[in-house]
């Protein structure tokens, strides 16, 4: 794990820290690794050895969460195993960008949108605001769809949290689920 992190130090752009702190007000721990790179090294990690990276992967950056959250996106495993690592992973999530970033990587949601939509449904009645912001964009990203968008826009209309990303990633959710059902949202 220590070669991990110095390969994060060694991918760090100093001038990308300082905008991306700015971006990511009360997180203290950015190294400041573009999320491409970040991307790369955890389709890395996904191919050699994941779930020994995963088991014991420090938490202390920032980076070093994200690079959990896309591993858990990329390695190829049985869905069990994923929701498994999930479970572990999203009460970890502490900021707007770790969970944005990371549930756009979850794309094996649309091999089982059934499933994922249970596993969400537990999220949607958490007081952490990550937690239930990690709900909110995994609707947002993957059922915006014809089958989904009536429960997906009563969900957001029931969301109810004192929250700011929270409520900015509902607002977000429902500017999306406009652009592609204007009739159905603007009720």
């Not at 203290?28 to 191919?47: C, F, M, S, T, Y």
């Not at 990276?53 to 990329?74: D, N, S």
């Not at 952490?128 to 609707?139: D, G, P, V």
């Not at 929250?163 to 999306?176: F, L, P």
Request: proline share 4%; charged share 30%.
């Amino acid at each position: 794990m220590e070669q991990i992190r110095e390969k994060l130090f060694e991918l760090q752009d100093k001038k990308y820290q300082e905008f991306h702190s700015k971006l990511c007000p009360n997180v203290e721990d950015i190294i400041g690794v573009r999320i491409p790179n970040l991307r790369k090294l955890a389709k890395q990690i996904a191919k050699e050895n994941p779930r020994e990276y995963l088991e014991k992967a420090p938490k202390e950056y920032y980076e070093e969460r994200m690079l959990q959250g896309f591993v858990i996106g990329y390695m190829k495993v049985e869905l069990n195993e994923k929701l498994a690592y999930l479970d572990k992973f999203v009460p970890v999530i502490d900021n707007w960008a770790v969970c944005d970033c990371c549930t756009s990587t979850y794309k094996f949601t649309n091999q089982y949108p059934e499933e994922m939509w249970e596993y969400i449904q537990k999220y949607l009645s958490s007081n952490q605001e990550f937690e239930l912001r990690f709900a909110i964009i995994m609707l947002m990203d993957y059922y915006l769809t014809t089958k989904y968008i009536d429960q997906v826009l009563e969900i957001y209309d029931r969301v109810h949290h004192d929250g700011y990303y929270v409520k900015m990633g509902v607002a977000w959710a429902i500017s999306m689920a406009y652009v592609k059902f204007p009739q159905k949202t603007m009720k």
